[in-house]
């Protein structure tokens, strides 16, 4: 529900485009060139929808982190840019730049930082006291909507941007078919080849899997196939999940609660 939910709004905010870019200056983390935000927000692409501003906090905001390396990925598609933007303070800014956090973290991502000396810098437009801000821009470079949430994935966005956006995303395609399942566990079983939904969640998760097992992918699709009526082959890959948490040293409680209900059901 969150996903179509999301989905609407974006629907809606599109069809209102704002009209006039954010003139508002920063710096590149890799040389400190000023550079003008509407520029590299204002493009002409046929492919390319549009462009992800989100701000972020090396001191502390480590799920800031989580939404741009799961948009970061989601940028592999083509379909969109990403911009990040540290604001953290100029005294903060030279340790964070050293953890080189946003190398060790996320790709196809252009990092930025703020430099609040500049004219027209950031924070004149926008209030940074809150992270992660996400702002996304039309291909014209107009604000359309922006959003505070932590929770912030690519997957939110599938519907409106295509499955192309996450295809590239291992997490953000495990996050939607888990997504699937628990708003449809009470509904199985739930044939694939006569549920558009549910087929698509385990083209997901196996595209997930492909890109990097895991326990969590592996957990999922085991309790997608659970959720298919699939389950001799369900409990083959609950015990694979179980298997690599072991190796990780990784809990794995649901997993083994998803096995009794396999075996009852078999």
């Known amino acids: 529900m969150k996903r ?45 929808l549009g462009t992800f501003v ?45 953890a080189n956090y946003h190398n060790e973290r996320w790709s196809n991502v252009t990092n930025l930082y703020l430099d609040r000396e500049l004219n027209s810098s950031f924070d004149s437009f926008f209030s940074v006291s809150t992270a992660p801000l996400t702002l996304f821009f039309n291909p014209a470079g107009n604000l ?3 959003y505070t949430s932590y929770e912030l994935r690519s997957w939110m966005f599938v519907d409106y941007f295509g499955e192309e956006f996450i295809w590239q995303d291992s997490a953000g395609l495990n996050s939607f078919a ?58 083959k890959k609950a015990k694979e999940a179980i298997d690599v948490a072991k190796q990780n040293d990784q809990s794995y409680t649901s997993t083994s609660e998803l096995i009794e209900k396999i075996i009852e059901k078999m």
């Open 4 to 48: 179509l939910s999301i989905l609407f709004a974006i629907t809606i905010i599109f069809s209102t485009w704002a009209e006039a870019q954010i003139n508002t200056f920063l710096r590149k983390v890799d040389n400190d060139e000023v550079v003008n935000l509407a520029e590299l927000t204002t493009f002409s692409s046929e492919k390319t």
């Open 54 to 98: 989100v701000t972020w906090s090396g001191e502390w905001c480590f799920p800031c982190m989580d939404v741009l390396e799961s948009l970061g990925n989601a940028a592999k598609s083509g379909k969109v840019k990403v911009i990040s933007i540290n604001v953290d303070s100029a005294e903060d800014w030279p340790d964070v730049k050293a």
């Open 144 to 146: 359309v909507t922006m």
């Open 178 to 235: 888990w997504d699937y399942y628990t708003t449809n566990i009470d509904k199985g079983p739930i044939n694939p080849t006569s549920d558009q939904e549910m087929a698509k969640a385990i083209k997901y998760i196996e595209q997930s899997i492909k890109l990097d097992s895991n326990y969590n992918n592996l957990d999922t699709h085991a309790a997608l196939l659970y959720l298919s009526g699939q389950y001799t082959d369900a409990l």
